[in-house]
C-alpha cells in the first residue's frame, strides 16, 4: 500500500477562539471539532493530515516552508494573515504541491479590510463562505489534484 502523501492544514491568527469569537460570523463549530473531521477525511481519502493554528506571522511562515520541505499539500485559513501579510505570501510561493484557500465567511461580502486576500494570488483554489464544510471540500479537491481520493 503506498504511503499517504503529507497534507498541512495550516490555521492563522484567532481561529484557535472558533466557537466562541463573533459566532454570529463564523459559527458555533470549534477549532478542534474542524481539525477531527478534516483528519479524519484526509485519513480516508490517502492523505497525512498535519493539523496546525498559529497566532503568530513567523511561526505560519515556518510551517509552510517545513511543508515545502516535506513536499506536501497545504490547506491554509490564513485569518487576519490573509490582508497584507508579504511574508506568509512569499513563503506560499515555494509551494508546488496543490495549495487551496480556505475562509470559514465569505470575504467578498465583508466590508474593508476583510475583502481581498493576497493568499489568493498563490492559491490553486480558493473555497470561501461554506462554514467548516469549507475545510472537507479543500481536502477533497487536495486528494483529487493528487489521485489519492480513488475517484
Not at 503506498?2 to 466557537?19: E, I, K, T
Not at 463549530?29 to 480516508?44: F, H, Y
Not at 493554528?53 to 509552510?64: K, R
Not at 512569499?90 to 461580502?109: C, F, M
Request: charged residues 15%.
Amino acid at each position: 500500500m503506498a504511503q499517504p502523501h503529507p497534507l498541512f492544514v495550516l490555521n492563522g491568527s484567532n481561529l484557535n477562539m472558533l466557537g466562541r469569537r463573533e459566532p454570529h460570523l463564523y459559527g458555533t463549530t470549534s477549532l478542534g471539532d474542524i481539525q477531527g473531521r478534516t483528519e479524519k477525511l484526509a485519513a480516508e481519502l490517502g492523505l497525512a493530515c498535519d493539523f496546525r493554528q498559529t497566532n503568530h506571522e513567523g511561526v505560519l511562515v515556518d510551517w509552510i516552508q517545513e511543508a515545502y520541505e516535506k513536499e506536501a499539500a497545504v490547506i491554509i485559513n490564513p485569518a487576519g494573515f490573509s490582508f497584507g501579510c508579504v511574508p506568509v505570501l512569499d513563503a506560499l510561493k515555494l509551494i508546488s504541491k496543490p495549495l487551496v484557500e480556505v475562509h470559514i465567511t465569505n470575504i467578498h461580502q465583508r466590508p474593508a479590510p476583510y475583502t481581498h486576500s493576497t493568499v489568493s494570488l498563490v492559491a490553486k483554489g480558493v473555497i470561501c463562505g461554506l462554514g467548516p464544510a469549507g475545510y472537507l471540500l479543500a481536502v477533497r479537491a487536495v486528494a483529487d489534484a493528487l489521485g489519492t481520493a480513488g475517484i
